[in-house]
């Protein structure tokens, strides 16, 4: 530990902020953020999950136009129909340029009464691309009712399949990421917040408050999350709006978020307020207020944005149990976690497989976020290797 | 040492306390309390009039010392945990610690399982891919810690499930043993039975730990390799086997040991969703139905006691770092 601590110290030595390093004679541009942005670029993982995220957070942005239906637009119709073909080539073997669906037909099987979908080849519903559909908002402000894809008039579009309610799981795919990218990326940043204040604050003051502050911590890391989660939010009020609802359980996460960020932050600023900058402006006279936010926090950024970036995943892994388990966002609100909820019966899975789609998302999601952290990480404190 | 160890449990005692403390939080923070909802309870199940089940209520309160200040029930709360008096489950018409015993056993005994088998077969991938870098063998430990890291329980214990019932022919997966070994004394045959379950909650629980340990092992004796002492072993002749076991193997195995105590609140989160999906009779699915009844007296004491073991752990953790790297002592 302390070995990979003394080599931290030797980068910041070489590679001080911007800011205040006249003394190094580098070109201005050659910045830590620079550097650090060199540096990441080289892991190629990083890059991949970096991309990957980007992506996936313009899809949950921009959601109502990526899905074909609204999320809680059902049709009981189609109840439990399996995801559908898109086909290019018809079967007479024409080639079409155009996508098409068949129309789906329900039967029941006569003998195991479980409903059975099939195509009716007779019937083609081409796609349309950038469509009038539903109507919707972005930004809140700007009405709009164009979607990337809509099925022609009397046709489905059910890329992943519909659920017991026949609402389409690729559009609720869209819409449950946008809850659960917002929950686990907002608590992740209030932890973020706190953990910074509380990590400087008890890093840069050492001694007794210090002291305090790190025992309380220790207590807090104590508390297996899960159950102290799963606690707090059954505490909450079952007949809240799910807008507070959701609101509180970003809260409760961010409230077991932040020790573990603190206590990071403080190892860096414990280092950093040795650095002799630090001990020249304090000779000098500078506030107690002013070292910290104009030289400890600076040089720290780089790392809190590392812990955050790293807390996340471990934060939507919670959201998704807890979602999954009933106790976190409720209906007709739904994450990724409570989109699984219904794959948890063995005879709902063992007909409708593809109930299990929104855990890979998690799991890609997850993977995506944790590679971007390890790029983040290697960048921040090139020397670590993990 | 001695010094060291009364610290350290000076320490503990003091977190168990914050720990009793927050515990009770939790217990009190759902509206209405013991007496409201026992009252509720009576009403509609056991058929009560109003009145007569208002005044039961009162009576249970002052047995219980509700109508007193919330710093006194906290205290006499903690003199009942001395006693071994956690509080009576509604859910379970039971004491709690009646409820808790039995389950908590399965729990550790599932989560010790799952921490032996992350450590095995963490480390031994670990090593393995550390000294044949850029390998085949080592670009697939690389890639399965990262899924292991990125996979929740609850969702590998629903594809795990799904794959035994559909295509490894298990009939009965809910619960720990076959519904016709259930009830019988323990025996060779119940204990065959018994593993043919057990592994399975085993493997789910320790997935995330085994991705954990592979990483860290392999990124440890990575960091040891290059360092000069074992360069000079090298130079001195001994054999590769004894370079890496000898001497690399026991020191990047510090940072392991001292993490064992932190994955535990990890194993804990992975056997409570686990047990849930897979309806085994731990700790997982009770603490499940004592939030969503607000049986608050059981769901706070489990909470109370899953801590304190963690701390409990804790200590053994940090003892056994100080027992196997001295500089911790005289830090």
């Not at chain 1, 960020?261 to 000098?284: D, H, M, P, Q």
């Amino acid at each position: 530990m302390s070995r990979r601590r003394s080599h931290a110290n030797d980068e910041i030595r070489r590679i001080p902020d911007s800011t205040n390093d006249a003394n190094v004679g580098m070109p201005a541009s050659h910045g830590s953020f620079h550097l650090m942005w060199r540096k990441f670029r080289r892991h190629k993982l990083a890059i991949a999950g970096g991309v990957l995220l980007a992506a996936l957070l313009i899809g949950v942005i921009f959601a109502p136009f990526f899905a074909p239906y609204a999320a809680d637009q059902g049709n009981l119709r189609y109840s439990y129909c399996p995801p559908q073909r898109i086909h290019f080539i018809d079967s007479d073997g024409r080639f079409h340029f155009r996508p098409f669906t068949y129309r789906i037909v329900k039967e029941t099987d006569p003998v195991t009464l479980r409903l059975r979908y099939s195509e009716d080849k007779s019937v083609a519903y081409p796609i349309r691309f950038f469509a009038r559909g539903w109507n919707y908002t972005v930004f809140g402000f700007i009405k709009t009712n164009l979607h990337l894809a809509q099925a022609s008039e009397g046709g489905t579009l059910y890329l992943f399949g519909t659920d017991q309610h026949g609402r389409d799981l690729w559009s609720r795919i869209l819409f449950g990421g946008r809850l659960t990218l917002l929950i686990a990326i907002g608590a992740g940043f209030l932890s973020g917040l706190f953990g910074a204040m509380v990590g400087t604050v008890s890093g840069y003051l050492s001694g007794a408050p210090d002291a305090v502050i790190q025992r309380f911590i220790e207590v807090l890391l104590c508390f297996p999350a899960l159950p102290l989660w799963m606690a707090l939010s059954a505490a909450l009020p079952r007949n809240w709006d799910p807008i507070n609802t959701i609101y509180a359980i970003t809260l409760i996460f961010a409230l077991l978020g932040w020790p573990g960020i603190a206590r990071e932050v403080r190892g860096k600023v414990l280092a950093l307020r040795e650095e002799e900058y630090v001990t020249a402006a304090r000779a000098i006279g500078v506030g107690r207020g002013r070292i910290i936010f104009r030289h400890v926090l600076p040089q720290a950024m780089s790392h809190i944005i590392v812990s955050i970036t790293t807390a996340v995943p471990g934060l939507m892994i919670g959201e998704s149990t807890l979602s999954f388990l009933g106790l976190g966002v409720q209906p007709p609100m739904a994450t990724w976690g409570a989109l699984l909820q219904k794959a948890q019966n063995i005879q709902t899975l063992a007909q409708q497989q593809w109930l299990l789609i929104p855990g890979l998302f998690i799991m890609i999601t997850v993977l995506a976020l944790s590679f971007l952290g390890d790029g983040l990480r290697d960048a921040a404190d090139p020397f670590s290797r993990f | 040492m001695g010094g060291y160890l009364i610290k350290r449990l000076l320490a503990g005692a003091l977190t168990v306390l914050m720990i009793s403390f927050v515990s009770f939080v939790v217990i009190t923070l759902p509206p209405g309390d013991f007496g409201s909802a026992l009252e509720q309870q009576l009403i509609r199940i056991g058929g009560m009039s109003r009145e007569d089940a208002a005044q039961l209520a009162e009576q249970l309160r002052t047995q219980y010392g509700l109508d007193r200040p919330m710093i006194v029930q906290y205290g006499s709360w903690l003199a009942g945990i001395l006693k071994g008096d956690f509080g009576y489950s509604l859910r379970y018409r039971r004491p709690v610690a009646e409820v808790i015993a039995p389950r908590l056993g399965w729990t550790i005994l599932i989560s010790v399982s799952a921490l032996l088998f992350s450590l095995i077969f963490g480390i031994l991938p670990g090593i393995y891919s550390a000294t044949h870098q850029y390998s085949v063998a080592d670009y697939a430990v690389s890639f399965f810690s990262f899924w292991g890291l990125s996979m929740p329980s609850f969702f590998l214990a629903l594809v795990i499930m799904y794959l035994l019932i559909f295509y490894g022919g298990v009939r009965n997966i809910g619960g720990l043993f076959s519904l016709d070994m259930a009830l019988r004394p323990w025996s060779w045959a119940k204990f065959v039975d018994f593993m043919k379950h057990f592994w399975v909650p085993v493997v789910i629980v320790g997935t995330g730990g085994t991705a954990w340990n592979m990483r860290a092992m392999r990124a440890n004796l990575l960091d040891v390799l290059g360092a000069q002492y074992v360069r000079v072993a090298r130079a001195k002749g001994l054999k590769e086997r004894v370079v890496v076991n000898r001497h690399a193997v026991r020191n990047a195995i510090h940072p392991l040991i001292m993490h064992i105590s932190m994955s535990l609140p990890w194993l804990i989160q992975g056997e409570i969703a686990t047990s849930i999906v897979l309806g085994l009779p731990t700790t997982g699915p009770m603490l499940l139905l004592a939030l969503q009844d607000q049986d608050m007296y059981l769901a706070g004491s489990f909470l109370f006691l899953i801590s304190v073991l963690m701390v409990v752990c804790n200590i053994f953790a940090d003892v056994a770092l100080a027992w196997v790297d001295p500089r911790i002592r005289y830090e």
